[in-house]
Each structure stands twice: as structure tokens, then as C-alpha cells.
């Protein structure tokens, strides 16, 4: 157990949809990133949070948000969901806002768009 | 522009025999860090090992073994005694001084065979 939690486990919703996907990450852990892993692209890192603001921005679409509050959860927005945004998505934490260190991963949420 | 690269899809290990798995790399910049992560077929990310380039020795953890040569760029994990246990996929991943996200190899899939 890496101690990182994210819910749900498991997210089945149509196209169009909004869905938020929610990640707590390791006690003491400030840094919070969001990671997409899908078939065709592999795994790609999304976004980072540092201590509720943003720290960083990799592959994210224009219809995905992130925000992290001041518990320092963090909450992945996806809407307008298309069948290509079914895919597993990670959420990490590490202590520090530079990847120094290793990250610790959450256990995922599955996504499935019908 | 980095770069990391799997080129084994696939590995097959008789149990109790040691496998390497291949991981290159390539970067301009002299501060850089690789992992080692590990996804069972239940799907969480598993932190194994990290080398960081300054490190003057190859990283081990248990089992698990970092044989990093700089000047070749490859950091290839070498496990020890397979296990059953250690049939999953395994992704090389690296993070350079600087960044705030990890970048994933496509990953080799090793199946332990009994």
C-alpha cells in the first residue's frame, strides 16, 4: 500500500459526460500528479499540483481541470467525455515539488466511456 | 529532447533464474534520475528502484538490482531468484533535474515461468 487513495475504482459513464476523479495523496506529501495510461499512448503525465497551486502541464486536454484544495487532496475534471479518454488514470504524490524523488502511485481509477 | 526506450515487449524467465530488463535513454542534461516501476495485472504502480546520475553505485533494492552505465545511457533492472510472484509489466521511467513528471518507457511484460 502506497499509502495514495483514489476513488472510485472503477468509472463506467457515456459520451459528453463530466466525471471527477478524486486522489488523497501521502500524508506529509505536497505535490500531487495526475497521470492518464490508455492503449494507444501509453502512460503520459497530465498535470502537477504543489501545494494547491499548479506546478507543471504535460498532455492535458483543454476539457480536462485539475485543482488541489488546502487538505492538499486533488480532484482530476474530465468533461465532454469521447470513447479515447477511456483509460486507467494515476494519481502520485511526492514530497517535494521536483521529481528528486521517487513518487508514490495511487492505485487508479479505471474509466470506460460507452 | 528526452527520450527513454524499452525494446523488450516481452521477456519469458524460468523461476528462480535472473532476467534483465533493458532500459535506454537519452538526455543532454548531466542531473537526471531513473525508475523502475512495476504493474501487476491488478493495475497499481509499484515503486522498485531509483538511480540518480551522480549516484558513484548502481542502486539495489532486495531482489532487484539497477545496472546503470552512464556513458551507454542504459539503466537496465536485473531481478534476482524470479518469483511467480514477479510476472507483471515493468516500466523504465526518468525525470531530469528540473522537471516535475516522470517519463515512461512502453514498457516489457515478464512472465515467470514455473
Known amino acids: 500500500d502506497s499509502g495514495v487513495t483514489q476513488t472510485p475504482k472503477h468509472l463506467i459513464t457515456a459520451t459528453g459526460q463530466r466525471v471527477t476523479l478524486r486522489c488523497s495523496p501521502r500524508?506529509?506529501?505536497?505535490?500531487v500528479y495526475w497521470y492518464q495510461q490508455s492503449l494507444d499512448q501509453g502512460l503520459q503525465f497530465l498535470i502537477q499540483?504543489?501545494?494547491?497551486?499548479?506546478?507543471a502541464k504535460g498532455n492535458i486536454l483543454e476539457r480536462f481541470s485539475a485543482q488541489q484544495f488546502p487538505d492538499l487532496h486533488s480532484e482530476l475534471n474530465l468533461s465532454s467525455l469521447e470513447l479515447g479518454d477511456s483509460a486507467l488514470y494515476f494519481c502520485?504524490?511526492?514530497?517535494?515539488?521536483?521529481?528528486?524523488?521517487?513518487?508514490?502511485f495511487g492505485p487508479g481509477t479505471r474509466l470506460t466511456v460507452t | 529532447a528526452q527520450k527513454i526506450t524499452q525494446t523488450q515487449p516481452g521477456m519469458f524467465v524460468q523461476e528462480k533464474e535472473a532476467v534483465t530488463l533493458d532500459c535506454t535513454y537519452d538526455?543532454?542534461?548531466?542531473?537526471?534520475?531513473l525508475f523502475w516501476y512495476k504493474q501487476p495485472s491488478s493495475g497499481e504502480m509499484i515503486f522498485l528502484i531509483y538511480?540518480?546520475?551522480?549516484?558513484?553505485q548502481n542502486a539495489t533494492e532486495g531482489r532487484y538490482s539497477l545496472n546503470f552505465q552512464k556513458a551507454r545511457k542504459s539503466a537496465n533492472l536485473v531481478i534476482s531468484a524470479s518469483q511467480l510472484g514477479d510476472s507483471a509489466m515493468y516500466f523504465c521511467a526518468f525525470v531530469w533535474d528540473g522537471a516535475n513528471n516522470l517519463f515512461f518507457g512502453t514498457g516489457t511484460r515478464l512472465t515467470v515461468i514455473p
Open positions: 499540483y504543489y501545494n494547491g497551486e499548479e506546478r
Open positions: 538526455t543532454s542534461d548531466p542531473s537526471y534520475g
Open positions: 500524508s506529509g506529501d505536497l505535490s
Open positions: 502520485a504524490s511526492s514530497p517535494q515539488g521536483v521529481s528528486s524523488y521517487e513518487q508514490y
Open positions: 538511480q540518480g546520475s551522480y549516484d558513484q
